[in-house]
């Protein structure tokens, strides 16, 4: 029997998105860092033992450290296929699957986690998106954690496995509303229109302020 594609997650998620700006923006930042050092020292690899050179030095690997933190959530990311057999793991930059048969599945939870923007001492970070993580616990007693969905598609995963384990209900095939994925992560997307704002604002520091 052919295996139907019901549902598939989309790997463009707005957390995938922050880090790849994240990435954009520390580049830059290390870049303007960079022009900077080298304005006031007239040398690229001038060595030198003042306070100004370590406090470079510690900016750059800073902002590299977090650069490699984003690279590694990135390669992570994971696409979630439910088909009439299975459902399947798979990882969008390897070539490595999880199948899984819905009757080794014993349950499968979610956690939502709120991301906020750093707070200060009198007042909380303003809400931007959730982050949800979702386990599949098997009958074995491991359980695999993924991203690869948010609440909408977990709810609809949900009710498709229910189906596909009991052969009640018509089976068919789901894609999450546009103006729901859009309802729920409106804060965020105002968030990246302020990054794309301060990104080209740096972009332009960097590239043509010389």
Not at 59 to 74: D, K, Q, R
Not at 108 to 113: D, H, L
Not at 121 to 138: A, P, V
Not at 183 to 210: H, P, R
Request: aromatic share 14%.
């Amino acid at each position: 029997m052919k295996q139907k594609i019901l549902y598939k997650s989309n790997p463009i998620s707005i957390m995938n998105v922050f880090f790849v700006i994240g990435i954009v923006f520390c580049g830059l930042m290390i870049k303007l860092a960079l022009n900077s050092f080298i304005s006031q020292n007239n040398e690229v690899f001038k060595i030198s033992n003042t306070v100004e050179f370590y406090s470079f030095l510690a900016i750059i690997i800073g902002f590299l450290v977090i650069i490699l933190g984003a690279l590694f959530y990135l390669l992570k990311i994971q696409i979630l296929t439910l088909t009439n057999e299975h459902l399947v793991l798979s990882y969008l930059f390897f070539p490595y699957k999880i199948k899984i048969k819905f009757d080794d599945i014993k349950q499968i939870r979610q956690i939502s986690k709120e991301v906020k923007t750093s707070g200060t001492l009198f007042s909380e970070g303003t809400h931007i998106t959730n982050s949800f993580k979702t386990y599949i616990d098997l009958e074995n007693g491991k359980s695999i954690k993924t991203y690869a969905l948010n609440k909408y598609e977990y709810q609809e995963v949900l009710k498709l496995i229910r189906k596909l384990k009991t052969g009640e209900g018509k089976l068919e095939d789901w894609k999450l509303p546009r103006i729901l994925y859009f309802i729920e992560n409106i804060s965020a997307f105002l968030f990246l229109i302020l990054a794309l704002v301060l990104i080209t604002g740096l972009s332009n520091a960097v590239f043509f302020n010389n």
